[in-house]
């Protein structure tokens, strides 16, 4: 592969991470305690975070594989949002509103203290919210907000915070335990130079530290979280995740439909404002875990129109409804040129899978 692109760089994270120890301690490993540990630790979703710390690059796009574009990523670096925070991050589901950030305590002990007032309770998220030390890291610069972070007092349900939850947490849909799942990160950019505080942090949410685990899915809450910590300035999308499929249950005109299918992201920003806030925005990229099966079967296909990321539609779970299957939306079918982008790059996987191909018994070699 690389004799077909020169330009493509194969290299083993591990290998990086196994030398890496604390400073002035060689013998105090930082990520793992060698090799071996390392490609066990990282065989997961957290090797992305090291993919982020040890880039050549100091700005970042990170793309999971199975993400399939309808238009280029590029236009994303020129955003305001990028520009102004070093940060672009997508929303993911709002869903799984009782695991992950939205679990509540299990054991006999903090039961009495996860009801706060008549319908409030506390979640995983406030509790390591509130537990982690971000002293350590105020050395680190970090950019500020041109809109301050409100400053009521650091204690929420009874828990101190060590540092000043942002409007946009306190208005979360994980804050106010909606959802277990803020972010989508298969597609993530980051400027390390310019997020040195939250970069630090992001390093240590995966070190060998002893600290308490995010309670994220995999990597995916780790980067927002990292710049919440660190009280710097980041950047979400407009728009809430949408839905890519053929399994239309309910057309929807008008914000009445139930599309399922696979997570959908547009545009992170309205680029024609005199549209209004509830016009549409173009599909920017779909993830999808079944990546072979779009682009084969000519089927018609359908997507999600664009909406507000503050918007709270209910509860997947009182609909009775797969998280799969975002319901109240206007659905569309999707355009011939994005169909036949899915068919280009079915396309272009074969064409790699024949470079494979040629040299299947060495393809690890690459990685040397």
Not at 113 to 122: A, C, P
Not at 132 to 158: K, M, N, T, W
Not at 192 to 209: G, P, W
């Amino acid at each position: 592969m690389k004799q077909q692109d020169p330009l493509v760089r194969f290299y083993d994270v591990c290998e990086l991470a196994a030398n890496a120890s604390v400073e002035d301690s060689v013998d105090r490993k930082l990520f793992c305690v060698d090799l071996e540990h390392c490609h066990h630790k990282f065989r997961g979703f957290d090797i992305k975070v090291l993919a982020v710390v040890y880039s050549r690059f100091q700005e970042v796009m990170l793309l999971d594989a199975d993400t399939l574009f309808f238009q280029s990523p590029m236009a994303l670096w020129e955003t305001d949002k990028y520009k102004s925070t070093g940060t672009l991050f997508f929303h993911d589901r709002i869903s799984y509103e009782l695991s992950y950030l939205a679990a509540r305590s299990s054991s006999d002990e903090d039961q009495v203290d996860t009801k706060i007032g008549d319908d409030m309770e506390i979640g995983a998220l406030h509790r390591f919210l509130s537990g982690f030390d971000v002293a350590l890291y105020h050395q680190f610069d970090v950019i500020r907000s041109p809109e301050p972070r409100p400053r009521p007092p650091r204690q929420h349900f009874g828990l101190e915070f060590g540092f000043q939850p942002s409007a946009f947490l306190l208005n979360s849909h994980v804050w106010r335990l909606r959802s277990g799942h803020q972010m989508d990160s298969s597609l993530v950019l980051w400027d390390k130079a310019r997020q040195l505080r939250a970069t630090a942090i992001l390093a240590s949410f995966v070190a060998l530290n002893g600290l308490p685990t995010v309670p994220s899915y995999g990597d995916k809450e780790l980067y927002w979280l990292a710049c919440e910590l660190a009280e710097t300035a980041y950047s979400f999308s407009d728009f809430a995740v949408g839905a890519v499929g053929w399994e239309l249950l309910t057309a929807g005109r008008h914000r009445d439909g139930v599309l399922c299918g696979d997570a959908l992201q547009h545009f992170p920003v309205q680029l024609n404002p005199a549209k209004g806030p509830d016009a549409d925005v173009e599909p920017l990229y779909m993830n999808s875990d079944n990546i072979l099966e779009w682009g084969g079967e000519r089927r018609r296909l359908y997507r999600t129109a664009a909406r507000p990321a503050e918007l709270y539609p209910g509860s997947f779970t009182e609909r009775k409804l797969l998280q799969t299957c975002p319901f109240d939306v206007t659905t569309m079918e999707l355009a011939p040129l994005e169909t036949n982008l899915l068919a280009q790059r079915l396309q272009f996987y074969n064409v790699v899978s024949g470079w494979m191909g040629e040299d299947r018994g060495t393809w690890w070699r690459l990685f040397a």
